[in-house]
């Protein structure tokens, strides 16, 4: 873990070969690209300045479309959202509970007291007293006992009754509650997804300055920054969305198929599609960097040759490996880059996962693009063809 987390600093070490320290390098190296970033003072203020603003922005937005999203909740049951609502709850919770013991402790004494009325007739009887007289007291102390105990039965179950009401009326509260920040956490995300939208170009203003500080070449022109809708980049956006779907889907039926016949398959196939879909997170992890589409040799990623190799002499199933090739094959490059180093790019993959979350993403995303292309540059056996060349970059600090 040492080996991994102290490599970038070290620039003349060889890249880490045991895949934990690989994993922990690409976890640690988008806060080392932050680090050297940090030890300039005009990048630091810009840095700052720039995720600062956009998070300031997405809060405001957030808690101002958020109003519509909990009078939305609150038509549900407006005056379980009351602050004097909730305290009756907690007052009757806490009420059903005290009769509840109450009640309880009283039968426990009822109890006891029967015990001893017939404990006190057999001794009377004992002792030569009149049977019938002492059996018909020992009966009508009883008899009262009994009618005590069902009324403190009946106090229980009320209390009982009582103390579930209020327990649902909590447990309700409680789900609004949670209804109510999952939406306050949807608009953060929506706001950040349209604050970035529009603010791209100052993160590709620090990507650039963050690929220079580090020996690498920049893959953007410089720019003057301004808000903007770039509709060449949601254009794009939008298009590897659908495709990483597409890809999802395609491998869901043979997922199926393989669990088809296996014990607990529901839950092996849970855990299949989960790995399947952190696959092509990492998959598109590498391809932030533009350098992960170039790579034009590329050939079939592993599943592709597993399938393809499996069901060559099956005509059905043949077609289908034609049409997953076709649908797979803009994307060899990037797979072909996370084959050949996995564990770095799936610690960057955490690391983005991470970004994802509201505000974060301001100051994480434009390290992600930059530690991809670390990664594919130096760990890269060789720079495939049509790879720019890191000749002419500026010296590595």
């Known amino acids: 873990m040492r080996e991994g987390a102290g490599h970038f600093p070290q620039r003349s070490v060889a890249l880490p070969v045991n895949r934990l320290a690989e994993f922990v390098h690409g976890v640690c190296l988008p806060f080392h690209l932050l680090r050297d970033l940090w030890a300039d003072q005009a990048l630091r203020r810009y840095y700052l300045k720039v995720g600062v603003l956009q998070a300031v922005t997405i ?5 101002l479309f958020t109003g519509s999203g909990k009078e939305a909740v609150e038509t549900v049951g407006p005056g379980e959202w009351s602050e004097r609502h909730q305290e009756e709850v907690a007052r009757e919770l806490e009420e059903a509970r005290a009769e509840l013991e109450e009640a309880e402790a ?18 009377a009887g004992m002792a030569g007293a009149d049977e019938e007289k002492v059996r018909a007291a020992v009966e009508h ?13 009946a106090a229980r179950d009320a209390a009982e009754a009582k103390r579930e009401q209020a327990e649902k009326l909590e447990g309700k509260h409680t789900v609004r509650r949670v209804i109510y920040w999952a939406a306050l956490l949807s608009m ?5 997804w349209i604050v970035i939208a529009l603010s791209r170009d100052f993160h590709t203003v620090i990507e650039r300055e963050a690929s220079l500080r580090t020996g690498l070449v920049p893959e953007d022109e410089p720019l003057t920054p301004r808000v903007r809708l770039n509709m060449p980049w949601v254009r794009t956006k939008m298009r590897r969305r659908w495709r990483g779907m597409v890809l999802f889907v395609l491998g869901a039926p043979v997922l199926w198929l393989c669990t088809r016949w296996l014990p ?23 391809g932030k960097s533009a350098l992960a589409w170039k790579e034009e040799t590329a050939g079939e990623p592993w599943f592709l040759r597993g399938w393809n190799g499996l069901t060559s002499r099956i005509p059905g199933l043949r077609a289908y490996g034609s049409l997953w090739t076709n649908q797979t094959r803009e994307v060899f490059s990037p797979a072909a880059s996370v084959e050949r180093r996995p564990w770095s790019l799936m610690g960057l993959a955490v690391v983005r996962a991470l970004s994802s979350l509201p505000l974060v993403r301001c100051f994480l995303r434009p390290l992600i693009p930059v530690a991809a292309a670390h990664l594919l540059v130096r760990a890269a056996p060789a720079a495939p063809e049509g790879l720019p060349s890191t000749e002419g970059t500026v010296p590595v600090p």
């Open 188 to 192: 953060l995300q929506f706001a950040q």
């Open 106 to 123: 009283g039968m426990e004494k009822l109890r006891k007291l029967q015990k001893v009325a017939e404990d006190s007739g057999m001794l």
């Open 59 to 63: 809060v405001g937005l957030a808690v």
């Open 141 to 153: 102390a009883l008899t009262e006992a009994q009618a005590a105990e069902d009324r403190r039965q």
């Open 264 to 286: 607990w398959r529901d839950e092996v196939l849970a855990t299949l599609m989960s790995l399947w879909g952190a696959w092509w997170f990492v998959v598109f992890t590498a």
